[in-house]
Each structure stands twice: as structure tokens, then as C-alpha cells.
């Protein structure tokens, strides 16, 4: 039996957290949810996370802060980032700094399942190259 991914999700929105957390159990991932960064990078530090989803707009430090947090301590981890204010300018700042996925609220959860697969297929294509 294939064992379960982890998904971390970071909002500052009780309410968007828990239900994007139970959208993505539904698609058989184990989920974790931390309301702010310091909560995120705590539980990185305990549990082994293989995806992160964060919103970008939440107080200082904010999701460009954790991105650049976890890009720093967790360079294999990818990061989709979720914003209500996305723009262009937002999305080409998070591609550059490393996410691995951007997209605007409100959107489909089969969007955000496909990005997150997408970051996983990369990021275990990636680990067989250093492991051969």
C-alpha cells in the first residue's frame, strides 16, 4: 500500500484552513494545518511534510516570508502558494522565489490537486536523479 503524502496548509483563516484540509484528505492526503508561519515551520521541524500549500496575504511574517523560510531550510520541499489579491506581478514574484505553484482564490480544488501533483512527481523525479 502506497503510504499516504503530507500536505501542510497554512491560511490565517480558520474556516479556509479546515476546509481545504478536508478537501485534500478526500483526495487521500495526510494534511497538517498551521494558521501562521512560526506554527508552519514549527510543525516542518517535527513531521515530515512533502508539499506545502500557504496563502500569501497573512500578517507579517506573511507567505512570501515562510517561502523563503522553507526554500532555506527545506530546499526539496515545493511550495503552491494561494492568494484573494493575486496578480501578475505576485505570481511571477513567487515563481522566482522558488514556489512551485501559484493560483488565485477562489479556485477549483482538482486545480490545486493537479498542482500539487505535478510539485511531487518533480520534486521525486528530482530525488531519483541524486540518488542514482
Do not use: W
Not at 506545502?52 to 527545506?74: A, Q, S, W
Not at 494561494?82 to 501578475?88: M, R
Not at 480544488?109 to 505535478?118: P, R, V, W
Amino acid at each position: 500500500m502506497e503510504e499516504l503524502k503530507n500536505i501542510l496548509v497554512v491560511d490565517n483563516h480558520q474556516n479556509i484552513l479546515e476546509l481545504l484540509s478536508n478537501l485534500l484528505q478526500m483526495y487521500k492526503y495526510q494534511t497538517f494545518c498551521a494558521l501562521d508561519t512560526q506554527s508552519a515551520l514549527k510543525l516542518m521541524n517535527e513531521e515530515k511534510v512533502d508539499c506545502v500549500v500557504t496563502d500569501v496575504e497573512m500578517p507579517k511574517p506573511n507567505g512570501f516570508d515562510l517561502l523563503d523560510e522553507i526554500k532555506n531550510r527545506y530546499p526539496q520541499v515545493p511550495v503552491i502558494m494561494i492568494s484573494s489579491y493575486a496578480n501578475p506581478k505576485m505570481e511571477k514574484q513567487a515563481r522566482e522565489n522558488g514556489a512551485s505553484g501559484f493560483t488565485a482564490k477562489p479556485f477549483s480544488i482538482e486545480k490545486l490537486q493537479q498542482m500539487i501533483e505535478q510539485a511531487l512527481d518533480k520534486t521525486e523525479k528530482t530525488e531519483k536523479v541524486h540518488t542514482c
